[in-house]
């Protein structure tokens, strides 16, 4: 971890390597969609919007002429769509080396995913946790391969109430909703990098946060908009700490990337911490099996 100024042209040619971003039709995942194809990698961009995918799939391709990008549909609100998304790829390819989960909605008002999910939990930490789960035959066969979980600084204002996880018996409050969200992937990336030691064939697990990085996701955060004219940095610098989590070979299972400035806001990605919160074992357990009995997932 020595290089503290790790930007995309610390990236090697990715030459015959299959990466799948979801959530790339904008922000971050259009932005590592977009810097991985132009170093030679088969990227597939897992949308709920396939005509905006196809969008920016094109800008990709007229801007690297040999590029392969291919855009697939997913919605990570519905299992029935992760459970498609994921038996097509099984199907189509034989190898998985990077997956970046990405995709994710910010303090939206309260609403329910398909299989009756709290909204943001549910795409955020449940939708990701199916996913991986049914991609995992096709990542452990695949010598290298890595998982990166995104979370956020939000996750330190997260608690998650484990008998109520899905807020019917709460008055729905969208920002620590957001936050519980966000924890819950830093649970997921640590309890998975703890299982994979038991397991040579396991893909590295990492995770990462952008810091406070310019996105449409932030359309229902009110003053953050606001704010982000002062304090935010462009998407090419927000995309870094997840590209770094999925690249770099020193990076280990467990490790968590973030950028290095100001309260982790802004700069180049380094090894940062999470809370203490985030390192409850117990917690991180439980809602592991919670996420199991939700979706019908078991790894």
Known sequence: ????????KDIPDQKGRVIIVTGATSGLGEEASRVMAGKNARVIMAVRNVNKGEIVAAEIREEFRDSEVEVRNLDLSSLASVKKFSDD?????????ILINNAGVMMCPYSKTADGFEIQMGTNHL???????????????TEGSTIVATSSAAHRAGNIDFNDLN?????YNKSRAYGD?????????????????KDPD???????????????LQRHAGMTSFLNNFFSQGVDMGTLPSLRAAIDPEAQSGDYFGPKGFMEMQGYPVKVKSNRRSHDK???????????????ISY
């Open 1 to 8: 971890m020595a290089k503290s100024n790790w930007n995309s």
């Open 89 to 97: 790829i099984i199907k189509d390819y034989n190898r998985l080396d």
């Open 127 to 141: 939708g990701h946790f199916a996913l991986t789960g049914y991609l995992m035959p096709l990542l452990k066969s």
């Open 167 to 171: 807020w019917e018996n709460r008055k």
């Open 181 to 197: 969200s966000k924890l819950a992937n830093l649970y997921f990336a640590y309890e998975l990098a703890e299982r994979s030691q």
């Open 202 to 216: 396991f893909p590295k697990v990492t995770a990462a946060h952008p810091g406070w990085t310019r996105t449409e």
């Open 282 to 296: 117990a917690a991180a357990r439980k809602l592991w099996e919670l996420s199991e009995e939700m979706t019908g």
